[in-house]
């Protein structure tokens, strides 16, 4: 298994930009596929990114698309999404997640075995 330890979160005006990171520990990074999600309050969480087992592939929903980049660095064992022209609607509980390499770029969160805590991102002027 692998835990997972989100960063980054915080206050950011519109049109601004915020970087989270994930940090996982405790199994083979590589062996897993990674993705983020968000959750806002009264609302059901939401694909955002996701990135397979080498960060040769990259998958988007189009209300991210050009705006968020995700990445990772297998050296460290470390997951980042970059967020540019945040908007209001971007406001959320920022969640990594884990899942087999084998289910790569999936969005459905029901079939991700491992997640972090979640970090709270606030767009607000």
């Known amino acids: 298994q692998v835990q997972l330890v989100e960063s980054g979160g915080g206050l950011v005006q519109p049109g601004g930009s915020l970087k989270l990171s994930c940090t996982a520990s405790g199994s083979t990074f590589t062996s897993y596929a990674l993705a983020w999600f968000r959750q806002a309050p009264g609302k059901e969480r939401e694909f955002v990114a996701a990135i397979n087992e080498n960060g040769l592939n990259r998958y988007y929903p189009n209300s991210v698309r050009g705006r968020f980049t995700i990445s990772r660095d297998n050296a460290d064992n470390m997951l980042y999404l970059e967020m540019n022209s945040l908007k209001i609607e971007d406001t959320a509980v920022y969640y990594c997640?884990?899942?087999?390499?084998?289910?790569?770029?999936?969005?459905?969160?029901?079939?991700?075995?491992?997640w972090g805590q979640g970090t709270q991102v606030t767009v607000s002027s």
């Open positions: 997640a884990a899942i087999d390499s084998e289910y790569s770029g999936s969005t459905e969160w029901t079939q991700y075995d491992y």
